[in-house]
T-cell receptor, first 113, second 118 residues
Framework: DSGVTQTPKHLITATGQRVTLRCSPR?????VYWYQQSLDQGLQFLIQ???????AKGNILERFSAQQFPDLHSELNLSSLELGDSALYFC????????????FGQGTRLTVV | AQSVTQLGSHVSVSEGALVLLRCNYS??????LFWYVQYPNQGLQLLLK??????LVKGINGFEAEFKKSETSFHLTKPSAHMSDAAEYFC????????????????FGQGTILTVHP
């Protein structure tokens, strides 16, 4: 158990819909990262937050957004969903923003039908 | 920008044989290097990491890796494979503060699936 909790574990939704993925980092970790894992793109960095502020942005679509709340949990919002958004979404956390060691959650498997 | 290349998408070994998974990286600043393992339907677990200091790093489950700056490599080895080692392995690089806005972003290789035969 990494200490990073992601909910839900599985999500099935229709095209055009909006979903929210939730992540609770390890106790004491201030940095949260979101990654997308798909068969064709592999593991892709989406976005990083540190203590509530956005720190780095990767290949995140405009239809996707994220935030980190004062209690340090984070949410990834995916809207206007397309079939191609089906993937495994991971959250990771680290104590610092330069990431000498990141711990990953179990992931949320999103299926868009 | 940084990148990672894992040589061989599939590696097959016999139980008890040496495991060697290859990783080469590209980075314009001194990198932090990581190996993660992913078992089916699970998240990524950190095996080992190199940040600074000793270039030979030991991790969990008997794995180790050596940072070779001149070869821009960080290959993962284990002297004797076990059936439980069968999984997908990912090499990753980050550049910490030196990367400016890259901060703690991890750039992953495409992964290597390790199969262990009895």
């Amino acid at each position: 158990d990494s200490g990073v909790t992601q909910t839900p574990k599985h999500l099935i939704t229709a095209t055009g819909q909006r979903v929210t993925l939730r992540c609770s980092p390890r106790s004491g970790d201030l940095s949260v990262y979101w990654y997308q894992q798909s068969l064709d793109q592999g593991l892709q960095f989406l976005i990083q937050y540190y203590n509530g502020e956005e720190r780095a942005k990767g290949n995140i679509l405009e239809r996707f957004s994220a935030q980190q709340f004062p209690d340090l949990h984070s949410e990834l919002n995916l809207s206007s969903l397309e079939l191609g958004d089906s993937a495994l979404y991971f959250c990771a956390s680290s104590a610092t923003q330069q990431n000498t060691e990141a711990f990953f959650g179990q992931g949320t498997r999103l299926t868009v039908v | 920008a940084q990148s990672v290349t894992q040589l061989g998408s599939h590696v097959s070994v016999s139980e008890g044989a040496l495991v060697l998974l290859r990783c080469n990286y590209s980075s314009s600043v001194p990198p932090y290097l990581f190996w993660y393992v992913q078992y089916p339907n699970q998240g990524l677990q950190l095996l080992l990491k190199y940040t600074t200091g000793a270039t030979l790093v030991k991790g969990i489950n008997g794995f180790e890796a050596e940072f070779k700056k001149s070869e821009t490599s960080f290959h993962l080895t284990k002297p004797s494979a076990h059936m439980s080692d069968a999984a997908e392995y990912f090499c990753a690089v980050s550049v910490g503060f030196a990367g400016g806005t890259s901060y703690g972003k991890l750039t992953f290789g495409q992964g290597t699936i390790l199969t262990v035969h009895p």
